[in-house]
């Protein structure tokens, strides 16, 4: 595990954006798993600079979203296929064919999990899967639980996720309750992982995370595993931890 602890938000936006455009650079047709959230949106307007600078192209890269709400059309302003585009998608160069969110308006959701993973190993697997990590510690929407669950799967949103949330709704009750996630193995397998993290509200998760028990009830904590995994925290997210 690589701990990085930026100055600032700005700072870990910069080293963000700058792990996955070496990723891009590297290799053709690189596959990467991507959030939504306030936390990577420094690391999307840095790469849309890049990209606008003529510094990085995304014509052959293929990504996948870890999440989207169920029963929200993509059209809703809260939906995260409407997140992707607007603040990422639309900016940059890559093929619209290449971009993948699961539906969570599908008719069979179990169909269309089945259907995302199959997505995903027919491209050969996803090379750099970057997250954030709620103040649960849940990661995608993977919510804190008494087992890790596998696959791209269907989930109840936790009250705490539906509160935490809402502030971009409105209220409580218009938070769709269900959602469709990749599930642990399906972050676990991805080659790299890349875990953000900014601000004091995260420093608790983040602790629990990396230095505590590995356990389903904090998910992110399951990520102690991976082979190769990529912390980066500011400082007030980083005040918490013992060894940095
Ligand atoms: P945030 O969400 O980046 O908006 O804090 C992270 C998450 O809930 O996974």
Not at 56 to 78: A, C, I, Q
Not at 138 to 151: K, M, Q
Not at 170 to 198: E, Y
């Amino acid at each position: 595990m690589k701990i990085v602890v930026a100055k600032n938000y700005e700072e870990l936006s910069l080293q963000a954006a700058n792990k996955v455009a070496d990723i891009v650079k590297s290799k053709q047709d690189v596959v990467l798993g991507l959030p939504t959230g306030s936390t990577p949106l420094g690391m999307y307007k840095d790469l849309i600079d890049m990209n606008k600078e003529g510094k990085l192209s995304f014509k052959d890269v293929t990504t996948f979203n870890l999440d989207e709400y169920e029963s929200l059309p993509k059209e809703d302003e809260n939906s995260y296929y409407r997140f992707m585009w607007d603040n990422f998608f639309s900016h940059i160069d890559i093929d619209r064919q290449r971009t993948n969110i699961p539906n969570g308006m599908a008719s069979n959701v179990e169909e269309e999990c089945k259907d995302y993973e199959r997505r995903i190993e027919d491209v050969g697997g996803i090379d750099l899967m970057v997250l954030g990590i709620g103040n649960n510690g849940h990661i995608g929407f993977n919510e804190p639980s008494s087992y890790f669950a596998g696959a791209t799967h269907r989930v109840k949103l936790h009250e705490n996720t539906i509160e935490a949330n809402s502030r971009f709704f409105g209220s409580l009750d218009k938070v769709p309750k269900h959602a469709v996630t990749m599930g642990i193995k399906s972050i676990m397998q991805c080659r790299s992982v890349m875990i953000l993290a900014s601000g004091k509200g995260k420093a608790d998760a983040i602790k629990k995370a990396l230095e505590g028990p590995i356990t389903p009830e904090l998910p992110a904590s399951v990520l102690q595993l991976h082979r190769d995994l990529t912390v980066i925290v500011d400082e007030e997210a980083a005040s918490l931890l013992e060894k940095r």
